[in-house]
């Protein structure tokens, strides 16, 4: 019997998963919901066959961390061709009383492992449940894409009447670009299910938060915006920006030179070209690309120069995360500076602090090279 492995792009998506909590007034439940890309599972091909396993495992522990409840689910998947467009949905519930509870859930297919984990604990009068964002036909999202609007969702539990305003605000780079007003009057088990539009948001990652101006609760949940939002953003010029660090000068400038009403198209096109799966909707490269560049602008900014043009943040880009990162922010007779490491890249990169402003310079090393691994 030959076993052949299909190996993945390192770019594939991964899973997605996370906790729901609705508090009510004797049972808390607790929802685990999970979307498994089939690009993330490893299949193996006997005679004429694709298949893999997947096993799912989720517990909830007491505050000792003794196990209370637990389950193992193990699924078989046989197809006649290998499915790249594709994402299992999964989703349990557990239901407790423990006022205290760390609820845990772990994937294994073949080497691979995926977990994640989170603490609960019930206190007081007014209990918050999650906040949970859903489209048109009410199926969870995280994140957002051609919707012109979204429905937030929470379910909260109160011992005593509750008759206050709230506000559900999106924040972004500490400022709030959009918030909506209500009242909130009830007691038990209390829903709030409203419906937000989105109009004049641009792209990036929101963090979405309910909050009680009374009692001063809140909750609050991260929400990223992709698709159409990106062409109104005030920051496209600078993400049209980053791409010079990889990609053809006359591909770029035909992407900044395009008309607004245009644009859409223009990155389409531009993106097509560097698709690593063009029979899949979504486009690995360009959502890894939107992740790094954020990600670069909020990290790495200093006070005159964006995030994206300095050299972390250009080095950020062009590999992503480091393996490991050394830092000397203090050291005697010398300047602060970092190290990364890629270690399956086998390179290494010098970043020196000179001016003690943290504006961080590339520095000559032993492993340095500067090659782009988009092309």
């Known amino acids: 019997m030959k076993i052949f492995l299909i190996m993945l792009l390192n770019l594939s998506k991964s899973i997605y998963g996370d906790f729901f909590y609705f508090p009510k007034e004797n049972k808390d439940s607790i929802v685990i919901y999970l979307e498994v890309p089939v690009d993330f599972l490893v299949f193996s091909k006997y005679k004429n066959n694709y298949f893999t396993e997947m096993e799912i495992n989720f517990a909830l522990y007491d505050k000792n961390g003794e196990i209370v409840k637990g389950e193992r689910i193990s699924e078989r998947i046989e197809v006649l061709r290998l499915p790249k467009d594709s994402i299992i949905s999964k989703e349990f519930v557990i239901l407790d009383t423990l006022k205290e509870k760390r609820a845990s859930v772990k994937i ?5 492992e995926w977990k994640m984990e989170r603490n609960f604990k019930r206190e007081g009068d007014v209990i918050l449940g999650d906040i949970v964002f859903l489209d048109d036909s009410n199926r969870v999202i995280h994140r957002v ?7 937030v969702f929470m379910q909260i539990y109160s011992k005593k009447e509750i008759d206050e305003d709230f506000k559900i605000e999106f924040w972004r ?25 989105l109009e004049n948001l641009s792209a990036g990652d929101y963090k979405v938060r309910v909050y009680f101006e009374k009692s001063k609760k809140y909750s609050e949940k991260i929400l990223s915006f992709y698709g159409r939002y990106l062409f109104g953003d005030e920051n496209f010029y600078m993400i049209v920006d980053a791409l010079y660090y990889f990609a053809d000068q006359k591909d770029v400038d035909s992407l900044r030179l395009a008309p607004f009403d ?31 560049f954020y990600y670069a602008n909020e990290s ?7 995030g994206y043009k300095t050299a972390r943040g250009r080095i950020y880009i062009l590999y992503g995360e480091p393996d490991e990162i050394e830092r000397h922010p203090f050291e005697i007779d010398t300047y602060p500076y970092e190290i990364w490491y890629y270690y399956n890249k086998r390179l290494k990169f010098v970043f020196v602090d000179r001016k003690g402003t943290g504006e961080y310079e590339l520095v000559p090393s032993d492993s340095y090279r500067y090659i782009s691994p988009w092309r």
Request: hydrophobic share 25%; proline share 5%; net charge positive.
């Open 300 to 306: 790495f900014s200093t006070l005159n120069i964006p």
């Open 108 to 112: 294994i297919n073949f080497e691979k």
């Open 145 to 151: 894409e051609k919707n012109k609007s979204i429905k």
């Open 173 to 197: 780079k500490n400022d709030i670009k959009k918030y909506f007003k209500d009242h909130l009057k009830g007691k038990g088990n209390i829903e709030i299910n409203k419906e937000i539009d």
């Open 262 to 292: 245009r644009r859409e198209k223009a990155w389409e096109k531009f993106w097509s070209k560097r698709d690593p799966s063009p029979l899949t909707p979504e486009n690995e490269f360009e959502e890894e690309f939107l992740r790094r």
